[in-house]
């Protein structure tokens, strides 16, 4: 009997996100409340612009069809053409990509940005298909998404489970569909492409870039040396991998890394070039890798260390483990992985977070370049990349931890208030049509 990849596998259980709309409504209402925002634009910002949902088939390499549910979430575009990833995972839903939507929007507003927010991607488990099978899959995506996207309109980029090659397959099958003349004129429909396809050299690294320079001003600020400083990683994929190489190129030590397999810990520091080699060889998992010792899953945040960052998915940190962790700041690599919950134990402790929303910014800020770069025909090279982003960056943080100086805010809240306010300021500006 023939046996597909998809049947040989064992399928994980996908754990929904669950509950992250309510978080990120319970930190939106509480920054609106802190500025007063005007009752009508919190009415407008509290909901979507447009929810698109699409059923489409694919035939899969044995000659199969399965029917795959993908999703965009467009949540404002009030400062310009929504901006956001798309994902490849089980745990794609419309509330999921509603919560990472709304959070887009307040961090390409935050950094000043002429986007809006969107989001969205497809309900798979990529492991489980073959690369020409994923390939098909994304280019009847686009197909599916038509007119929802554009380069004026909605532009996505690379999240979870998707890279450079998923918006290579993106950026060519939109432009496939467009008139002969036009074509050239959408190639920034996506960001996150190829070096040679019209990518941005260095947005591989923008957003590992933007984490671990978000905690070298953090340290700054509070005359701490990174030298020498521990830190662990909840994912060890594009993010993590790029945070933890540029944190150790200061001399920090990593520690501790988690993934989807299981979480390993060395004291001594784990070498982050070698363990990167090792997951290339290994499928992309951390697990064995010598010279360390494994440790529960549920004790992850529970090892010892200066700085924590969560760089995997959503809804990580929590009022189960939060009380455990041991480190003194919190990076957030990835989009909402402390709850409401875990968050607020965070704060009664002391703990620091630099918010999502600021600290991973970097790659939505390359993405800009890129776009830019697209549209004027330039070509800029790495050094002059990480400077723009280094000075992008550094502009962001200083409104955002000044603020929270001066109102007696932790971040998060400072950050959206920022945020929330340009909008709010966009809207009075140009008034509600009719």
């Not at 909840?234 to 501790?256: H, I, P, R, T």
């Not at 990349?385 to 550094?394: A, D, F, Q, S, T």
């Amino acid at each position: 009997m023939e046996n597909s990849k998809k049947e040989l596998k064992v399928k994980k259980k996908a754990v929904p996100l669950k509950g992250m709309m309510d978080n990120v409504m319970e930190q939106f209402n509480s920054a609106a409340d802190h500025i007063n925002l005007h009752p009508n634009i919190r009415k407008i910002l509290s909901i979507t612009n447009n929810e698109i949902l699409v059923n489409f088939p694919v035939k899969m390499d044995n000659g199969n069809v399965e029917v795959f549910t993908g999703y965009r979430v467009q949540h404002n575009g009030a400062l310009g053409p929504y901006k956001g990833g798309l994902r490849y995972h089980p745990t794609v839903d419309l509330d999921a990509a509603r919560a990472l939507a709304m959070w887009m929007t307040w961090k390409t507003s935050l950094a000043g940005l002429p986007y809006g927010g969107g989001k969205g991607g497809i309900k798979i488990d990529p492991s489980l298909y073959s690369q020409s099978e994923l390939e098909r899959i994304t280019r009847r995506f686009t197909y599916a998404l038509a007119d929802n996207i554009g380069p004026e309109h909605d532009i996505p980029a690379p999240d979870v489970n998707t890279n450079s090659q998923t918006m290579a397959w993106i950026a060519d099958t939109y432009m496939s569909t467009r008139p002969p003349a036009l074509r050239s004129a959408n190639q920034h429909v996506v960001t996150g492409k190829p070096d040679g396809s019209g990518g941005l050299e260095g947005r591989d690294r923008a957003t590992g870039f933007g984490v671990y320079l978000t905690i070298k001003f953090w340290a700054e600020r509070n005359d701490m040396d990174l030298s020498g400083k521990r830190f662990i990683v909840q994912g060890f994929g594009n993010v993590g991998y790029w945070a933890s190489l540029f944190l150790e190129q200061d001399g920090a030590k990593l520690v501790g890394v988690q993934d989807a397999q299981g979480s390993i810990e060395n004291q001594e520091g784990i070498d982050v070039e070698n363990l990167f080699s090792y997951t290339q060889k290994k499928g992309g998992t951390v697990m064995d890798f010598p010279k360390s010792q494994l440790v529960d899953k549920n004790d992850f945040f529970a090892i010892d260390c200066d700085i924590c960052i969560p760089a995997a998915l959503g809804n990580q940190i929590t009022k189960e483990n939060a009380p455990r962790i041991k480190a003194k700041l919190i990076a957030e690599g990835a989009n909402g992985p402390t709850n409401v919950e875990g968050e607020k134990i965070l704060l009664e402790r002391g703990i620091i977070i630099i918010p999502d929303i600021l600290c991973n910014s970097g790659g939505v800020i390359g993405s800009y370049f890129e776009w830019l770069q697209n549209r004027s025909g330039e070509i800029w090279h790495l050094e002059e990349v990480l400077e723009k982003l280094r000075k992008k960056l550094n502009g962001s943080f200083n409104r955002v931890y000044n603020y929270a100086q001066n109102e007696c805010v932790d971040l998060r809240t400072a950050a959206f208030c920022i945020a929330i306010q340009r909008i709010e300021k966009a809207y009075i500006q140009r008034g509600i049509f009719p």
